[in-house]
């Protein structure tokens, strides 16, 4: 089994992250019937994607069994945020090509992303980072990704629609290296600072809020 990076946060967040290089069929193989359901698999058609969804109910499946979380299966609430039935857990989860992280807490909400440093995010900086933001990243591929990848899990957090990333979630200026930044969601009548934890992997960021 692939899991890379299994470890615990002096925050009580778990987190573990799948490496993919099994084969679609060797990933079905191994996941037991009562974790994916024929009405799951249906809705997924891109063989890639079931693959992500495969490893990421697998990491699900091991860090629940790792913890003694009794599993009773896995719902979405109206806005699509995930959460374990019947148990106080919290999870979030990310999925890439490559990689599969997933991070549990015992009684917090939680948020995780993984990203790679992209072109991309250079040409929409101006949608969702601040001016602050955006003087601080400038055109640092590395930066704007980790921005960015902290707004997404700061999102997965708090798990509603309508938040605008540029108001909403706000990010402190911080060093490239920095493992721990800060942050902050502020919408209606949240205002909250969040720490937020940064860890390379190979070429992507994973960065999780707890
Ligand atoms: C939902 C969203 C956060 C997913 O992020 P992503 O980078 O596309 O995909 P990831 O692999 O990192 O995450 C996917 C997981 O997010 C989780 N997720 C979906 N909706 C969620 C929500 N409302 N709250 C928390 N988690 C959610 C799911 O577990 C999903 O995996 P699953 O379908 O296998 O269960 C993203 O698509 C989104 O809507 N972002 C906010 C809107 C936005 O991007 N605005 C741009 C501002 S410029």
Redesign the pocket.
């Not at 037991?32 to 992500?52: C, F, G, V």
């Not at 993984?114 to 929409?124: A, N, T």
């Given at each position: 089994m692939p899991i890379i990076i299994e470890k615990q946060y002096s925050n009580q967040a778990h987190v573990a992250v799948w490496h993919i290089t099994e084969s679609h069929d060797e990933l079905q193989a191994m996941l037991p019937s009562a974790i994916l359901t024929d009405a799951e698999l249906a809705d997924i058609r891109h063989a890639q994607k079931q693959i992500?969804?495969f490893c990421?109910?697998l990491t699900i499946k091991y860090l629940v069994d790792k913890l003694g979380i009794g599993y009773l299966g896995?719902k979405?609430?109206e806005?699509?945020?995930?959460y374990l039935v019947g148990s106080n857990w919290h999870?979030?989860?990310?999925?890439?090509a490559e990689y599969?992280a997933v991070v549990m807490h015992p009684s917090r909400p939680l948020?995780?992303?993984?990203?790679q440093p992209s072109e991309k995010l250079l040409r929409?900086a101006h949608?969702?980072l601040s001016e602050t933001e955006r003087n601080d990243a400038d055109s640092d591929s590395d930066k704007l990704c980790i921005y960015w990848s902290a707004?997404?899990a700061l999102?997965?957090?708090?798990?509603?629609?309508k938040?605008?990333?540029?108001d909403n979630l706000l990010i402190c200026p911080f060093r490239k290296n920095q493992q721990v930044i800060n942050g902050r969601l502020r919408i209606n009548e949240i205002d909250e600072q969040y720490t937020l934890i940064v860890e390379r992997i190979a070429q992507y960021y994973l960065v999780t809020v707890c």
């Amino acid at each position: 089994m692939p899991i890379i990076i299994e470890k615990q946060y002096s925050n009580q967040a778990h987190v573990a992250v799948w490496h993919i290089t099994e084969s679609h069929d060797e990933l079905q193989a191994m996941l037991p019937s009562a974790i994916l359901t024929d009405a799951e698999l249906a809705d997924i058609r891109h063989a890639q994607k079931q693959i992500e969804f495969f490893c990421s109910r697998l990491t699900i499946k091991y860090l629940v069994d790792k913890l003694g979380i009794g599993y009773l299966g896995i719902k979405k609430d109206e806005y699509g945020k995930p959460y374990l039935v019947g148990s106080n857990w919290h999870f979030s989860l990310t999925h890439t090509a490559e990689y599969i992280a997933v991070v549990m807490h015992p009684s917090r909400p939680l948020g995780v992303d993984m990203e790679q440093p992209s072109e991309k995010l250079l040409r929409i900086a101006h949608k969702f980072l601040s001016e602050t933001e955006r003087n601080d990243a400038d055109s640092d591929s590395d930066k704007l990704c980790i921005y960015w990848s902290a707004k997404e899990a700061l999102y997965k957090l708090y798990g509603k629609r309508k938040i605008i990333f540029i108001d909403n979630l706000l990010i402190c200026p911080f060093r490239k290296n920095q493992q721990v930044i800060n942050g902050r969601l502020r919408i209606n009548e949240i205002d909250e600072q969040y720490t937020l934890i940064v860890e390379r992997i190979a070429q992507y960021y994973l960065v999780t809020v707890c």
